[in-house]
T-cell receptor, first 114, second 110 residues
């Protein structure tokens, strides 16, 4: 079983619709993250949470919101989807190791906004 | 303003030879540097990392070198194998947050 799971894996939605992407983890990590990947731009941080009561904006949080329902669950919402939010979205968890915070990624959600 | 840059979008190497992927950064406050590998339709997977107080870390075929004065790090893969063909992301960490480069596509030809 995968340690970090994301649902749905693919989604096509229309402009203006509200959509939620869900992430669950079985690794027991406190820290969770949402990223988006666009061609030529790498992964950019949308929101992150260091524990259930801690939510922080990343570099590109406009147009997104998150909810940390439990240690294991971190969901990302697009309140009113727009076409430039078409991207690949990744959830990740992290843990401190001897060489820094190692992050573990889910398989990604491909979102298309038409 | 990109804090982490991978200036080579792609690299092609013959099987058995060395692959060298490069990364530059601008923020002196980064405390760890990491490399991730990504196959199509999968999430990135951790490959190797290095603390800012070190200049080299090795794990099997993979070695990461850090030159703090030049704000440059590189990933060496020796020998390269066809299964190494993937997108490689360089990332830098500050207080548990990662900043990623744009990625380099590595193709290892057999």
């Amino acid at each position: 079983d995968a340690d970090v799971t994301q649902t749905p894996r693919n989604r096509i939605t229309k402009t203006g619709k509200r959509i939620m992407l869900e992430c669950s983890q079985t690794k027991g990590h406190d820290r969770m993250y949402w990223y988006r990947q666009d061609p030529g731009l790498g992964l950019r941080l949308i929101y992150y949470s260091f524990d259930v009561k801690d939510i922080n904006k990343g570099e590109i949080s406009d147009g997104y919101s998150v909810s940390r329902q439990a240690q294991a669950k971190f969901s990302l919402s697009l309140e009113s989807a727009i076409p430039n939010q078409t991207a690949l979205y990744f959830c990740a968890t992290s843990v401190l190791t001897g060489e820094g915070y190692e992050q573990y990624f889910g398989p990604g959600t491909r979102l298309t906004v038409t | 303003d990109q804090q982490v840059k991978q200036n080579s979008p792609s690299l092609s190497v013959q099987e058995g030879r060395i692959s060298i992927l490069n990364c530059d950064y601008t923020n002196s406050m980064f405390d760890y540097f990491l490399w991730y590998k990504k196959y199509p339709a999968e999430g990135p997977t951790f490959l190797i990392s290095i603390s800012s107080i070190k200049d080299k870390n090795e794990d099997g075929r993979f070695t990461v070198f850090l030159n703090k004065s030049a704000k440059h790090l590189s990933l060496h893969i020796v020998p390269s194998q066809p299964g190494d063909s993937a997108v490689y992301f360089c990332a830098a960490s500050a207080r548990g947050k990662l900043v990623f480069g744009a990625g380099t596509i590595l193709r290892v030809k057999s």
